[in-house]
């Protein structure tokens, strides 16, 4: 498979708009299939509208060893070409001293060669030493091109060619990217802002940034790599013959990929609905609630009381319900905004969800308690949250905490019957059997 890393040399170098305007380009005339390194929700629905394919994390914490391969193997089947964003910087992973979960580790599993995208504002021999500093750092990271982004003229994308051509032989230019003020994706509290119609045109102005990439150097670099990966379906199957209902809007729209194909792959039919847009909780076997933004539409939510109060009519009469951070949050007795306005949300957990400073991004894993209605052994995925839980009475976890927090004292994952609502967002590919005991519940 043909394919390219593009990484920043830090966050904030443009890596992201670049990426995205080169998806968006490409994809009219090839099909490609987009990649984000490392624990993101956003980044990849932008790559999924500049595509046309749905967007992959590649994270190998979540997914260790070298897990990252099957998901790129079983996706990329019909893709003429894979572009996978980096994470940070090429080389911040979780510790000062190894590339462990770092854009370079991943590089290296997939053997695909890396461009780098550099911020070259005021910079111009300057630039040539960060290059050769990248190339030096790690030999096993296979450099090949450099997008320079925030060239101001003329004269000084020459002094940046001249300084590239001077002192770093054998690196391409891939682009050099004039500054596009009116190009960029706009931000909210947790990051980039969600797609939505408006953020599709903010998409395709991204076009504006490729047009500064020569496509035949960033083609060849691609090309020049024949990576080989597994094929095959990296999820165990069951055959559950059940329906799982899944709200998809920007309240509910932090999933990740692997979880939803890993239902469909033990043998569940998922029906997604809107509470934004007013639909009635469906009839279903199994209740899914991702993360989002519940707390900026919280009097929406709380106006669509077929959905709340179905959703503790479905745990009060044993059907499985799973609420992961902002569904965590839904599951709750109110939701408790910035302005100390209470909204009343399911009721399931005896608990509050109160807005307030920030908590993460980081890596967690957990392990199963003895009280988890829905999981078992150990599970990977990270945390991060504007919220905290005001809890009402004595509460039983689901999961204790290797690494990260959780809920409060080292735990997550509040039970109720079969209901479980966590901070955490788990990634299937993390456990070898993630359905199983879902599928026991069900059969």
């Not at 991943?106 to 995208?117: D, E, H, R, S, T």
């Not at 982004?149 to 690196?171: F, I, M």
Request: hydrophobic residues 35%; negative net charge.
């Amino acid at each position: 498979m043909k394919g390219a890393v593009i990484a920043g040399a830090g966050s904030g170098a443009g890596k992201t708009s670049i990426a995205t305007g080169i998806m968006s380009s490409l994809s009219k005339r090839m099909k490609v299939q987009p990649y984000k390194v490392g624990p993101d929700f956003i980044d990849p629905m932008y790559h999924t509208v500049a595509s046309g394919r749905a967007s992959r994390n590649l994270d190998t914490y979540m997914v260790p060893g070298d897990g990252i391969r099957g998901i790129v193997g079983s996706s990329s089947a019909g893709a003429d070409i894979c572009i996978v964003e980096g994470v940070r910087g090429l080389y911040e992973g979780l510790s000062g001293v190894s590339d462990r979960c770092s854009t370079a580790e991943a590089a290296k599993i997939l053997g695909f060669p890396v461009i780098l995208v550099i911020d070259a504002r005021s910079l111009t021999r300057s630039a040539a030493a960060m290059i050769n500093g990248f190339i030096a750092f790690d030999p096993g990271v296979d450099i090949r091109g450099v997008i320079l982004n925030n060239v101001s003229g003329e004269q000084h994308e020459g002094k940046l060619r001249e300084a590239v051509k001077r002192y770093c032989p054998g690196v391409e230019i891939v682009g050099m990217v004039r500054r596009h003020p009116e190009c960029g994706l706009k931000n909210r509290h947790l990051g980039l802002k969600t797609v939505d119609r408006t953020s599709e045109e903010e998409v395709r102005g991204l076009e504006a940034m490729a047009d500064d990439i020569d496509m035949d150097v960033f083609l060849g670099i691609c090309e020049s790599c024949e990576a080989q990966f597994p094929g095959g379906s990296p999820y165990t199957g069951h055959s559950a013959g059940a329906k799982a209902a899944v709200p998809m809007d920007d309240a509910y729209c932090f999933y990740y990929r692997e979880n939803l194909e890993c239902l469909e792959a033990a043998g569940f039919r998922i029906e997604y609905f809107s509470p934004l847009a007013g639909d009635p909780l469906p009839d279903a076997d199994m209740y899914y609630l991702g993360g989002g933004y519940p707390e900026l539409y919280a009097d929406r939510i709380s106006e669509n009381r077929d959905f709340l109060e179905g959703l503790r009519s479905a745990s009060d009469n044993g059907t499985i319900v799973f609420g992961e951070c902002g569904g965590l949050m839904t599951l709750c007795k109110t939701i408790v905004t910035k302005d100390g306005t209470s909204h009343k949300m399911a009721g399931i957990f005896d608990a509050d969800a109160v807005m307030c400073g920030r908590h993460g991004p980081k890596y967690v894993e957990a392990v199963s308690a003895d009280a988890n209605p829905l999981f078992s052994g150990t599970v990977r995925g990270h945390e991060f949250h504007y919220s905290e839980l005001k809890l009402r009475s004595r509460p039983e976890y689901g999961f204790r905490m290797a690494r990260g927090t959780g809920i409060s004292g080292g735990f997550d994952g509040l039970c109720a019957r079969n209901s479980l609502g966590e901070y955490m967002h788990q990634n299937a590919l993390s456990a070898e059997d993630w359905c199983k005991t879902i599928v026991e519940k069900i059969e």
